[in-house]
């Protein structure tokens, strides 16, 4: 079955930085595009960031740009998401999600808490 596991969040201060991962399996990884999104208290879940299988294209939600990065090793099902320069409006639940056979699946989220 198709799995995604996410990890690496915490309480981190203003300008500070973390490391999302998500490990897949129970998928050919390297077929497929890869998700982030968080949800903050009150709010709908939104999209952070994406990249392609091939690594060719990445997309941003304007509230991370320049400072969150994706990037993926398929030789280790696994997809990062680089976050830099936090800020408190960063606090959410990060989940991983790809899309496979026209389901989608989701990891179970981590949570990072920006706060001083």
């Known amino acids: 079955q198709v799995q995604l596991v996410e990890s690496g969040g915490g309480l981190v201060q203003p300008g500070g930085s973390l490391r999302l991962s998500c490990v897949g399996s129970g998928f050919t990884f390297s077929d497929y595009a890869m998700t982030w999104s968080r949800q903050a208290p009150g709010r709908e879940r939104e999209f952070v960031a994406r990249i392609t299988s091939t690594t060719g294209i990445t997309d941003y939600a304007d509230s991370v740009k320049g400072r969150f990065t994706i990037s993926r090793s398929n030789a280790k099902n696994s997809v990062y998401l680089q976050m830099n320069r936090l800020k408190p409006e960063d606090t959410a639940v990060y989940y991983c999600?790809?899309?496979?056979?026209?389901?989608?699946?989701w990891g179970q989220g981590t949570q990072v808490t920006v706060s001083s």
């Open positions: 999600k790809t899309q496979v056979r026209r389901n989608t699946y």
